[in-house]
């Protein structure tokens, strides 16, 4: 009977940890860039804006899933391609709106900063590969 009970219990906490992750991610359109710099140089690195599909942000955090990811392959093209080490971050949205502000604020904070270079990386140059969900 104990037994009967304990197989009760997991088969229920099994359902509701798989009915939760499936709710906690959805499959949007993702717009990025990134934004490399290295604390050891004045220059930094932006790149331009890409967008992908079937990518999952997940629902309770706001948080693309993938991002580490993203970021990790920005600061690889960059050591590879410039001295230094670099510090790399992504910005995302769901909306091209939103992402062309962040963008836009984000470039003309590091153009307003004499003490910065900024280079802006085009798309020949470097591009994001998708990032397939683990799911």
Known sequence: MKKIHLLILLSFTFLAVHAQKKQSVENPEVYIFGVGTSFNDSTTYISEIHHFKGNFIEKKTGFLENRAIYAEQM???????????ETCAIFYDTKKKAIEKKYNKVRRRYQKDKSTKLVELPVTEFTFNPVKSKQ
């Open 75 to 85: 600061k690889i093209y960059l050591e590879q391609n410039y001295p230094g080490y």
